[in-house]
């Protein structure tokens, strides 16, 4: 397979493992809920907001989350050059100290794409061990960096998993002022974990899909619609002649095609009353598909318009809308609006599914997984991350927001219909029609009347919106409000990035983690796996069960403590800890133990006959210096 070379490439292959270990610190009073104002140390199984550099802050999600996220969106800088972004990952080699010199990046910068590279290429292969086996991961790019892009995601995920490109039309007109062309799309790049384990979910039905099918001979079977009996593929047994019910004999399917079944199968389904003649029964014959037999949901394509995902102008309106600015032209972010990762969502994730964003930006992500849940009463969790100042007055404030709800003063509105209208549709122009009198109808508004007039009391809007606009239909409720949004709910916990974990600091005791972090961080270095949620049962100094092993940790953050013999692996220690996973396991046969510990007072062949491994803690600090 080709590879991609570029300037750094071997100083940042394998810099993820050379970042240290940040345990992620909660911070009371800046989530919300219980588990964001816990004093305690927070939820971090939960929906979490994350202040800090990204490439350190995935570090920190492995001991919990590796292999458990099912759906990544990322947003990265698209390197046009004008973002201002720094490399600065501290990768300890001349060529990378050089580079933090010419900070930050820009369109001068004739390394821009290489440093961009060494940026992706670390956070990609952590992105890739924190991803499930069923999972995928969506990239949000432009034409300055997607072709790069699609040859580092091959390498690291291999080009085997690579799913499609999908086309985002994002603009609603066309730039004036564009030099060559209106750069109207962005690109959505969909790789998976393992594509032999992943595929996309359907797209719920449109009513322009279902408005296709009919029941012209009253087929007690329903509505259907109708398909060419006739293919260029060549089929051996697809050439005999046909007589129509009306006596009419037609020698063969069209010059240059096939009937796609043979004879028999072809008197079959006639018998059946499954081909169409026409309605005087002297037709080409057509095989009729009944609605009833289709699949219940549509197959995501790879273009999709801003009709039905939203545009940028979208985005910066819902950042208006949460009062997070001022004016259109507020910040230089582009975020992207919330129905484009509504519908990643509904593609890529389940209603249970862990989602998370390294580039969070403006919050989006978050946004859009609240609604989710919202909408059809998910438990999807959500975690953001975001390095730059305005994690907690932008990112987190606008999850707050969504949750609980905001002042606003301005019109509010919401799709109650959106449907591009083809030709075969507009001419049944009296379906749509009487379908959107049945909206008006619905909403309180009377077949007739002024969208705007009549009292608004005890109805969701003030006023019914029909427009058709390049082809599309959309029928928008339209509300003033002038006090209150309301929330969509849910909580989160706010955390920032500890001190890194030096085991050198360990050992002289400057510098002693807590039990959680440390716990954390060696239940994954052990097993490879990421610690579950602690059971409520679960004795004291248990860490949790792995594929095959239980994890225990003898530590307190306490010099005094580690120092004395109370933190020794003793005999009772061994047979409580042998005793409990008997009772966990049974009737299964018990898994054996791995026991972290400063000290042990039993030899390793006592041990074994508990299912005891010994591991040392990496300090000796409970010995007299």
Known sequence: MPEIVFKGKEYVYNH????????????????????????????????????????????????????????????????????????????????????????PVDGDDMLRHDKWLSMMWPRLVLLRELLSDSGSIW??????????????????????????????????????????????????????????????????????????????DRDARGVWTSGDLSARNYYSEGTYPITTPAGRVIDGPPPGTYWRVKKAKFESLNEDKRIWWG?????????????????QGRVPQTLWDYSEVGHTQDAKRTLLELGLIKTQEDG???????????????????????????????????HAVLKANAKDGGTRRFILVEGEAYADTLTAERVRRAIKGYAWVGNQREVLLEEKITYTQFKKADVWLAKVEAIKAREGFAEGDLADQGSTEHKRFDKINVKLDDGVLRVEGEKRISERAEGLGGEFTYCTLGEPLD???????????????????????????????????????????????????????????????????????????????????????????????????????????????????????????
């Open 332 to 366: 230089s972010m582009t975020p992207k609006p919330v129905p484009l990762i509504e519908r990643v969502i509904e593609l890529a994730a389940e209603k249970d599914s862990l989602i998370l964003d390294s580039f969070a930006g403006s919050g989006t992500t978050a």
């Open 139 to 216: 990239i949000t790019l432009d034409d300055n960096e997607v072709h790069r892009a699609r040859m580092v995601l091959d390498e690291i995920f291999g080009e085997e998993n690579f799913v499609a490109t999908c086309v985002w039309r994002k603009n609603f007109s066309p730039k004036p002022g564009a030099k060559y062309f209106s750069e109207d799309h962005d690109y959505l790049l969909v790789i998976a974990k393992n594509k032999e384990q992943w595929r996309p979910n359907l797209l719920e039905r449109t009513d322009a899909m279902d408005a296709r099918f009919e029941n012209p």
């Open 503 to 625: 085991f050198d600091k360990m050992l002289s005791g400057e510098h002693l983690p807590s039990a959680d972090a440390l716990g954390a961080w060696l239940f994954h270095t052990a097993t490879g796996g990421s610690l579950p949620p602690r059971p409520k049962d679960a004795p004291e100094w248990y860490l949790g069960e792995a594929k095959d092993v239980h994890v225990w940790l003898v530590y307190l953050p306490d010099l005094a403590f580690l120092k004395s013999p109370e933190a020794a692996l003793n005999l009772s220690r061994a047979k409580a800890f042998q005793s409990w996973g008997r009772e966990r396991d049974a009737p299964a046969v018990p898994k054996p133990h791995l026991v972290f510990a400063p000290a042990k007072y039993l030899s390793n062949r006592q041990l074994k006959d508990f299912g005891v491994n010994y591991a040392p803690l990496p300090f000796a600090l409970y010995r007299e210096g």
């Open 16 to 103: 993820h493992l050379t970042v240290p270990y940040r345990p992620l610190v909660a911070q009371p009073g800046k989530g919300i809920g219980a588990a964001g104002a816990d004093s305690n140390g927070g939820d971090l199984n939960g929906n979490l907001v994350i202040h800090g550099d990204n490439l350190h802050a995935l570090k920190s999600l492995l001991p919990r989350h590796a292999g458990q996220v099912d759906l990544i969106f990322i947003d990265p800088p698209y390197n046009t050059g004008n973002e201002g972004w720094c490399y600065s990952d501290g990768v300890n080699s001349p060529i990378m100290k050089e580079w933090l010199s010419t900070n």
């Open 279 to 295: 309605e005087n029964g002297n037709n080409q014959p057509r095989l009729k598909r009944f609605l009833s037999e289709v699949k």
